[in-house]
């Protein structure tokens, strides 16, 4: 997992967490990566979650082979990078301490000491002499916190991207990036789409052989070309669907939701499309957001549920909304077996989303799909085919 003979993994696998950031179930685990840069001067790449400081500092000393660090770069202060902050900070209270300005302000918040006197706040292009390493500072605000930047390490060609190009899955479990990585991007950078554009033209300025994130491996994976990764992160941050295709999510509470909806899948796949359908009752929404993200059209079919929406639909509908969800098109269903106003509640939230269109016409149910019902699915199936 090192980078070279003088940039050297010391990053820590986290194989037990369950769920990252307490909400995203990851059942590969995940990495908090970290290196240190060995020359004339040493820097350290960041640190790990404080659930993994023991391993990390060991694994750290150890790369350093008895020597002290000159530098530590924080790329990211979010607590699964800096949770060791306070540990090698004191350890070494020679080592100046390497930020954006944000960070230079909001670093207080994560420790129990003042670094000011040693911190060293760096601008867009600053550079950081190691001897034949030299790093340059890449300013990469909201992509996803405003403290963000991301350093170019010129000798070997190597971008630390911080959380950017991240995925889950620790590193022993050798899951290939791109099974994680759609669930990492839309949930964790997702609503980022202008910041990561603004980074990946920066990007472009730079001879880039490696990209080094501080979740996953270190890309381009073998037989994997570098510009596979970047074209990804340009389709996804410019909100363009990856897949052709229909997604159907469902919120049902004994069934007949789900049976509709599955009939209308089964008729889409008739006619061609690709489809995947999602209960939202079982699922993680985190699924259901990143496939939304995925696909061209999208299916709501929801039960009424005590004069409103049921919550998991609401859930789904919420964090779309505040991933500034966008450039879709959505079929609704609505089921409700005296007064349903599950439709009028989604159409609220999908009303508030960017160039969000909703299909003619929305299909109520009454308990049950029923022979009444045909043409109305009939008609749904056709806008969606159009
Ligand atoms: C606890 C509960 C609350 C419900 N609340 C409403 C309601 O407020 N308005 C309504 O029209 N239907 C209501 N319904 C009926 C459901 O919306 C729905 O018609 C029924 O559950 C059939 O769909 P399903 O088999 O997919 O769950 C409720 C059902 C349940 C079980
Ligand atoms: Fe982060
Ligand atoms: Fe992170």
Redesign the pocket.
């Known amino acids: 997992m090192n980078i070279s003979d003088s940039i050297l993994y010391v990053g820590v696998d986290d194989t037990d967490i369950g769920l990252f950031e307490h909400q995203y179930p990851v059942d590969e685990g995940i990495s908090y990566n970290s290196y240190v840069i060995l020359d004339d001067k040493i820097a350290i790449m960041d640190t790990a979650d404080r659930r993994r400081t023991d391993e990390w500092l060991s694994n750290v000393k150890k790369a350093l082979g008895g020597r002290k660090p000159d530098y530590l770069v924080v790329q990211h202060l979010e607590p699964d990078h800096s949770g060791s902050l306070q540990a090698i900070v004191e350890q070494y209270p020679d080592m100046q301490v390497v930020g954006s300005a944000k960070t230079s302000q909001m670093v207080a918040q994560f420790l129990d000491m003042d670094i000011s006197g040693r911190f060293m706040a760096v601008k867009e292009n600053d550079t950081l002499a190691l001897g034949s390493h030299t790093l340059t500072f890449v300013m990469a605000p909201m992509v996803h916190w405003p403290e963000v930047m991301v350093s170019y390490e010129s000798s070997e060609k190597i971008l630390f991207a911080a959380d950017g190009f991240g995925t889950f899955g620790a590193l022993q479990n050798n899951v290939p990036w791109i099974d994680e990585a759609t669930h990492y991007y839309f949930n964790i950078v997702g609503k980022y789409g202008p910041s990561v554009q603004t980074l990946l033209k920066k990007a472009g300025g730079l001879d880039i052989e490696k990209i080094a994130p501080l979740h996953g491996p270190v890309l381009p994976e073998d037989g994997k070309e570098l510009s596979y990764y970047l074209e990804k992160y340009d389709k996804w941050s410019k909100y363009e669907p990856e897949t052709k295709g229909i997604l159907l999510c469902h919120a049902?509470?004994?069934?007949?939701?789900?049976e509709a909806v599955e009939q209308l899948a089964k008729d889409l796949e008739a006619a061609g499309e690709e489809i995947e359908v999602i209960d939202l009752n079982t699922e993680d929404v985190s699924e259901a957001v990143e496939k939304c993200f995925m696909f061209d059209r999208i299916v709501l079919a929801s039960?009424?549920?005590?004069?409103?929406l049921f919550p998991t639909m609401q859930d789904l509908l919420y964090h779309l909304s505040i991933k500034n969800f966008q450039n879709r098109k959505f079929a609704l269903i609505e089921?409700?077996?005296?007064?349903?106003?599950?439709a009028k509640k989604m159409t609220e939230f999908i009303e508030g989303f960017k160039n969000c269109e909703i299909l003619d016409p929305v299909v109520t149910i009454?308990?049950?799909r029923t022979e009444a019902d045909e043409p109305n699915f009939e008609a749904l199936k056709k806008a969606l085919l159009a």
Not at 252 to 258: A, R
Not at 335 to 342: E, L, R, Y
Request: charge should be positive; avoid cysteine; hydrophobic fraction near 30%.
């Open positions: 049902s509470l004994h069934g007949h939701t789900i039960v009424t549920y005590d004069g409103s089921n409700g077996s005296w007064a349903p106003v599950a009454k308990t049950r």
